[in-house]
């Protein structure tokens, strides 16, 4: 059985690189999108804002996309006009997690985030199998990572499937897989999961292969290592006040002209 692997982008160069690289897909993840705007990962950007986003990432790859849409952006009737929208923009996937708008991201330390409830959810996941025949839904289930304990997470998962998702996104911000792992053997479903290692990153490749898990994503580490880069660039500029310690370091202007196809241009001309 394949497995794909997901990695994240949040604009069209990073879209155009995971291509280049050969991923099975893309994650357009709201904590990445968000914050290259310079925003909070607690739905500041708008759906439609997000959307244009989207568009240039399509522009930019062939590959999959599923969009990491929080909570459908408020009711049923909000999930149903995104979905209508990514349906035109040519988005694959959309997953969906059961908090409520506007949510708060998972990794955040503050308060138990509350959960929607499972029947306005389960509704969520219909309608957005009902307005769209091809986009698959990812029903993100946020029991173990808001603390809410593995019996609901079992409960939410029956009750998903039941709904007509596609696949089910168990979310965890433990250091190793246990709670993972103790949630796919004690729910014992022959059903596509999805899994997020950002905090299990140390999870070795023979897991998921053996657990069978069909996608895993890489959910934000294209911002996370630019923004690293950048810092080293930033420190070793403002230290010199010279480019000399920097220039082979970094990515030639002339391969960006590549990555953006300038020739191409040319050629037309
Ligand atoms: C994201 O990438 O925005 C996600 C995954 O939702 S996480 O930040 O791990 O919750
Ligand atoms: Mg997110």
């Known amino acids: 059985e394949k497995q794909f692997f997901f990695m994240e982008a949040h604009n069209g160069i ?12 893309i994650w357009a993840s709201g ?7 310079g925003l909070r990962d607690v739905n500041e950007m708008s759906w439609s804002q997000v959307c244009e986003i989207l568009n240039y990432i399509t522009l930019s790859s062939d590959l999959p996309v599923i969009l990491d849409a929080d909570t459908g952006y408020g ?11 990514l349906d035109r ?18 990794f955040f330390q503050g308060h138990k985030q509350p959960l929607e409830d499972i029947e306005i959810f389960s509704g969520k996941i219909k309608s957005i199998k009902d307005s769209s025949s ?16 593995m019996d609901e997470a079992i ?5 998903y499937r039941e709904a007509g998702a596609d696949a089910i996104l168990i979310h965890s911000k433990r250091k190793d897989i246990s709670e993972i792992d103790e949630f796919i053997k004690t729910w014992g479903s022959e059903f596509p999961i999805v899994l ?25 580490h294209l911002l996370r290592s ?12 403002k230290k010199n006040k010279s480019l000399k310690k920097i220039e082979n370091k970094i990515f030639p202007v002339n391969e960006i002209f590549n990555i953006t196809k300038m020739q191409e241009l040319t050629n037309n001309e």
């Not at 990073?14 to 897909?25: C, I, M, Q, R, T």
């Not at 290692?197 to 934000?220: E, G, Q, S």
């Not at 630019?226 to 500029?237: A, F, G, N, P, R």
């Open 134 to 149: 091809n986009i698959q839904v990812v029903a993100r289930i946020e029991s173990l990572i808001a603390g809410w304990g």
């Open 196 to 220: 997020v290692p950002t905090t299990y990153y140390k999870t070795k490749p023979n897991y998921f292969l053996k657990n069978k898990i069909n996608i895993v994503i890489w959910a934000n």
């Open 226 to 237: 630019s923004i690293s880069s950048m810092e080293e660039t930033l420190q070793i500029v």
């Open 31 to 37: 904590l990445t999108i968000s914050s290259s705007m």
């Open 155 to 159: 409960k939410r998962a029956n009750a």
């Open 14 to 25: 990073s879209a155009k690189l995971v291509e280049k690289h050969k991923f099975d897909g």
């Open 89 to 106: 923009i040519g988005i694959q996937g959309i997953c969906i997690e059961d908090k409520i708008f506007p949510k708060k991201n998972s």
């Open 75 to 85: 009711s049923f009737n909000n999930t149903i006009h995104l979905t209508k929208h």
